[in-house]
Structures are given as structure tokens and as C-alpha cells.
């Protein structure tokens, strides 16, 4: 069908407390309290940044957030094969969307179908037009949340500011968004840690997205499962599995850097962290954790 219910969030998110905030401010938008107060209704958002710093699950809680249901629009099963069948899929699923409002309707990495990049057709071009055309004119309550690895890769008229309602910048995480992020999924296994030895592992993971930290509370979890002991996790076992992860920040440095200069365009949606002392690794190490 190409539109669907997206799966509710099943976790929530650490950290990004600017693009929280900006949300929390804006959930009662869609309410008829609002509507009659002629309150302008939000249009979405766009958010943009590198791999594994949890966008997808962001545009799932964001659902969670306003109270509304998700619709997850995946635009590469509404391309079709015959002249003006692409647009046409694509403007039925919009009227879906509609018909459902208030929603959030995610779309997805949305660089890969709307770049027009090896398309000659003009095909990518009439569907950005479509997606446009219903952002603007659209009343009916459909916040669309946009995703995007490269924001180099999008249309300029789709960046523009005021397309959306704000672009955000999603970093790697911060020092205490670490902590946050490891406690979230340390938590999924039942495993309960003290901030003191949390801050000892996140301060040694500074080039860690969010689906990397993931990766190292699962395999410590495991790692302790392994040896008999579980959900006794030691600093022992996050640090030796912090050692067999490469980051892609460290991976593809290049890449991430240049994510990193486009956010000079967009909002951050985490303050910014002084840096602060924190419980070294070497004094905490191989203490038990429990």
C-alpha cells in the first residue's frame, strides 16, 4: 500500500532535550481547543544526522509525544512503472494520511527517494512537488516527520527554511546523553547500574552514535549472560566490549565531519554540555558493578 500504522516506540529516547522541549511545546496544537483559537498548526519536522543517532526511534516516540497515531509512508513501494503511476500512488496515500488526521505521517530516509540522483524521468521531481503541494496546503492535522542521512543529497526547495517548521540536528550523542542512552537499554535486561559507573563508560565512548551504544549494553548483557552471571554486568565487561566496536564516526570520520558542518543550517536538538568531571575509567575499572 506504501502507507501504513508505523509500530509504536517500544523505548523511549535519551537525551536531545532542545527537540523534547520544542515538541512538549507543540502537543496541544492538534487539540479543537487549539483549532479554535485559530492557533497555526504545525507543519513537522526534518531530521538530519549521521547513522545510528536514533532518528528512527526520535520520529517514533515523536508519535508518543503529541498523542497521535504514526503512519510510516515508505515512497519507494509507491513507485510504479507506467507514466504518472508514481504520483498517483503517491497522492492516494496522502489523501490517506489526511483521512486519519490529526497523525504523524514518517517518512524515512527521505534523501534516497526524493534526490533525483540517476532518476531521468523527472519521476523524484513530481513526487517532491506532490509532498510539497500537501505541505502547504494541508489543514487537516498530518505532521510529517522526515528523516535523512545526508541533507546534501536533498532538494534545496525541500530545505528551505519554513518547509518544514524546523530543521533539526541530531548529533552524536553528548557525555550525558551517553549516560542516559546506556542506562535506557541496560534497563531492557533488567540490569540497574549506578550513574558513577555509567559515567565512567560514557566518558570513554565520546565518538559512540546511539544504535553503537545500543551494541555495547546488548553484548556486555550477553557477555555476562555467557559467563553465568546474569544481569551482573562489571565495568570489566562494557570496557571489553567497547574495545571490539569501531565507531563509524571513527570509520567513515569524513563523512560524519561533513554532517557535522551542515548543522551550522539547522537547530541542535541537544544543548550543548561544559564539559565536566567524571569518574575516570582506569579508577573505576573491573570494580563490580551490582
Not at 241 to 247: F, G, H, K, V
Amino acid at each position: 500500500m506504501g502507507i501504513e500504522l508505523g509500530k509504536p516506540a517500544s523505548i523511549s529516547f535519551g537525551g536531545l532535550d532542545l527537540l523534547r522541549e520544542w515538541l512538549n511545546r507543540r502537543r496541544r496544537l492538534f487539540t479543537q481547543e487549539a483549532r479554535e483559537l485559530s492557533l497555526p498548526q504545525p507543519k513537522g519536522v526534518l531530521l538530519a544526522g549521521p547513522p545510528g543517532t536514533g532518528k528512527t526511534s526520535v520520529a517514533k516516540n515523536i508519535a508518543n509525544i503529541l498523542n497521535l497515531p504514526l503512519l510510516q509512508l515508505d515512497i519507494a513501494s509507491l513507485l510504479g512503472s507506467l507514466v504518472g503511476e508514481s504520483e498517483g500512488n503517491i497522492r492516494r496515500a496522502l489523501k490517506t494520511a489526511e483521512a486519519i488526521a490529526p497523525c504523524v505521517l514518517w517518512i524515512d530516509e527521505i534523501e534516497k527517494a526524493l534526490s533525483g540522483t540517476g532518476d531521468t524521468s523527472g519521476v523524484s521531481q513530481r513526487i517532491l512537488g506532490n509532498i510539497l503541494t500537501f505541505m502547504s496546503e494541508s489543514t487537516s492535522g498530518v505532521f510529517v516527520v522526515a528523516t535523512c542521512n545526508d541533507p546534501s543529497a536533498l532538494p534545496s526547495e525541500l530545505k528551505r527554511k519554513g518547509r518544514f517548521d524546523e530543521n533539526f540536528f541530531v548529533d552524536l550523542p553528548t557525555e550525558p546523553e551517553r549516560v542516559q542512552i546506556l542506562g535506557i537499554h541496560l534497563q531492557r535486561f533488567g540490569i540497574h547500574l549506578e550513574s558513577e559507573y555509567l559515567e565512567a563508560i560514557a566518558a570513554n565512548t565520546t565518538k559512540f552514535s546511539g544504535a553503537e551504544l545500543e551494541t555495547l549494553a546488548s553484548e556486555a548483557a550477553l557477555l555476562a549472560f555467557d559467563e553465568g552471571r546474569p544481569q551482573q554486568v562489571t565495568l570489566a565487561d562494557l570496557e571489553a566490549c567497547r574495545q571490539t566496536i569501531t565507531p563509524l564516526a571513527i570509520q567513515d570520520a569524513a563523512a560524519v565531519e561533513r554532517m557535522q558542518s551542515w548543522a551550522s543550517t539547522a537547530r541542535r536538538a541537544s544543548s550543548p554540555v561544559v564539559a565536566a568531571k567524571t569518574q575516570s575509567l582506569r579508577a573505576a575499572k573491573f570494580r563490580n558493578m551490582n
